[in-house]
């Protein structure tokens, strides 16, 4: 058992099912918590901020790939034209 530190509801949690880093939600409030103890399982708010820098640095990633993407396209067709009017 363990103990949400918004809500202070008592949460199962086996420890030998769960890691350290591990993230689960309260089934009471609902709050992301991460698993910080194994024995006895501790757990702590975890860091939201963080996921959301993620998805925007992948959301980032994508976009340019995809402008290189068409630019190579743009290349391509250039040359297939060069070809034409020779």
Known sequence: ???CPECDAEIE???FDVD???LISCP???SNLEVIGLSPVEL???DDEDDDDDDDE???DDDED???DDD???EDDDTEKEGWDE
Request: with cysteine.
């Open 58 to 60: 992948k959301v980032g």
């Open 28 to 30: 009471d409030c609902g």
């Open 1 to 3: 058992m363990a103990t």
């Open 44 to 46: 702590e708010m975890a």
């Open 66 to 68: 995809d402008l290189d």
């Open 20 to 22: 350290k880093g591990d």
């Open 72 to 74: 190579d396209e743009e």
């Open 13 to 15: 949690v086996d420890e």
